[in-house]
């Protein structure tokens, strides 16, 4: 049973505007997100992450929203750029699941220049 | 970058066989794991480690099995490999800090 969930699996954007990249959770004791990224033949890198006591969290063209009551987060990318081009990767863990990090399905993102 | 190494990068084998995947990393971190990434499933846990001798079964861990006998190396092995054990796998560690840093991950097809 997928805990969380991304439901595009594909995306595609012109170089300049916003990507919007959607995450549904179902485990309401996840009380921590994280997105990742990852280009062909590599490994998942780590882009940005939230506490469920924010709802916000920006660092530089990326920030996540954290809608906790609809367990809904969201990565924005803005301005998107042709090396954002890549597989995008929700994951989220919480005090109850240890250590262990449950991952999305992926959402590949295109940046058409 | 996270001094995490995955070996072999790829491989082929045979149904039946024995297959032993290593991870090894030179940052000292306690917590040490293995996924699988298959199209339509994202990354999946098989196996995970929180010490030396000390690992715990993830959501796929059928068919595999998983030792930690120094801190540096999790190594990953299918007993008798099967069909739907190729994936791309890949290791990742985190220091019991927020975010978990991966390999390069190995590309195993089973025949």
């Known amino acids: 049973d997928q805990q969380v969930k991304q439901n595009s699996p594909s995306l595609s954007v012109q170089e300049g505007r916003i990507s919007i990249l959607n995450c549904d959770y179902t485990n309401s004791m996840f009380d921590y997100f994280l997105w990742y990224k990852k280009y062909p033949a590599e490994g998942p890198t780590f882009l940005i992450s939230i506490s469920s006591i924010k709802d916000k969290n920006e660092d530089g063209r990326f920030t996540v929203f954290l809608n906790k009551s609809a367990k809904h987060l969201s990565l924005h990318i803005v301005p998107s750029q042709p090396g954002d081009s890549a597989v995008y990767f929700c994951?989220?863990?919480?005090?109850?699941?240890?250590?262990?990090?449950?991952f999305g399905t992926g959402t590949s993102l295109t940046v058409i220049p | 970058d996270a001094g995490i190494t995955q070996s072999p990068r790829h491989k082929v084998t045979e149904t039946g066989t024995p297959v032993t995947l290593r991870c090894h990393q030179t940052?000292?971190?306690?917590?040490m794991y293995w996924y699988r990434q298959d199209p339509g499933h994202g990354l999946r846990l098989i196996h995970y480690?929180?010490?030396?001798?000390?690992?715990d079964k993830g959501e796929v861990s059928d068919g595999y099995s998983v030792s930690r006998s120094k801190t540096e190396d999790f190594l990953l092995t299918l007993e008798s490999a099967t069909s739907s054990q190729t994936s791309v796998y890949f290791c990742a560690i985190t220091g019991g800090g927020d975010e978990q840093f991966f390999g390069p991950g190995t590309r195993l097809t089973v025949l």
């Open positions: 940052e000292n971190h306690r917590y």
């Open positions: 994951a989220a863990s919480g005090l109850r699941s240890g250590n262990q990090f449950y």
């Open positions: 480690s929180y010490g030396v001798k000390d690992t």
